[in-house]
T-cell receptor, first 113, second 114 residues
């Protein structure tokens, strides 16, 4: 079945350093979404990418969707302590049960002040 | 704005006991989902519903049952709880195009089975 792999599992950075998490799917995706989960909280939607090669920015966050629509990345520039949490990618296939989101296992980011 | 509300927030059960987790959404969303989250495993789909009166199995459905008698509510039942079902359970809802819109999550239910 469809699988979404995410690396790294953990990332520890010094405040001000950059951070990147990568997501790869075993199949072509119709779209990919990114979520952030703060410690003890619930996943919160960040963004959705739909088009091949799409790049979107939200302040210090840059999201990319690969040309083949099988991979994606989230890059945070100059991390802050407020960026702490687990970042999940979630991909959706085409039709039927593949319309469900398949979540990666997440990248847990810790930021040292 | 309530969004997605889950009850209870915490529960401890003994092996073999049964319970029902309730999820309610006030956004008139068609689609609803139950996930479980375990350390290092991300979110795994248990069951989902594409509309009132419908349910379908997800990735890890064994040991769980669901019902969606009303559009705004999605219930998750454990008939005979097992320690392997110790987890954090999240309910989510989605608007009108499945898999192509943001999912809105509840705060979660932290369930321990002894």
């Amino acid at each position: 079945g469809q699988q979404v792999m995410q690396i790294p599992q953990y990332q520890h950075v010094q405040e001000g350093e950059d951070f990147t998490t990568y997501c790869n799917s075993s199949t072509t995706l119709s779209n990919i979404q990114w979520y952030k989960q703060r410690p003890g909280g619930h996943p919160v939607f960040l963004i959705q990418l739909v088009k091949s090669g799409e790049v979107k920015k939200q302040k210090r966050l840059t999201f990319q969707f690969g040309e083949a629509k099988k991979n994606s990345s989230l890059h945070i520039t100059a991390t802050q302590t407020t960026d702490v949490g687990t970042y999940f990618c979630a991909g959706s296939g085409y039709g039927g049960s593949q319309g469900n989101l398949i979540f990666g296992k997440g990248t847990k980011l810790s930021v040292k002040p | 704005n309530a969004g997605v509300t889950q009850t209870p927030k915490f529960r401890v059960l003994k092996t073999g006991q049964s319970m029902t987790l309730l999820c309610a959404q006030d956004m008139n969303h068609e689609y609803m989902y139950w996930y479980r989250q375990d350390p290092g495993m991300g979110l795994r789909l248990i069951h989902y519903s594409v509309g009132e009166g419908t349910t379908a199995k997800g990735e890890v459905p064994d040991g769980y049952n669901v019902s969606r008698l009303k559009k705004q509510n999605f219930l998750l039942g454990l008939e005979s709880a097992a320690p392997s079902q110790t987890s954090v359970y999240f309910c989510a809802s989605e608007g009108v195009r499945r898999g192509n819109q943001p999912q809105h999550f509840g705060d979660g239910t932290r369930l321990s089975i002894l």
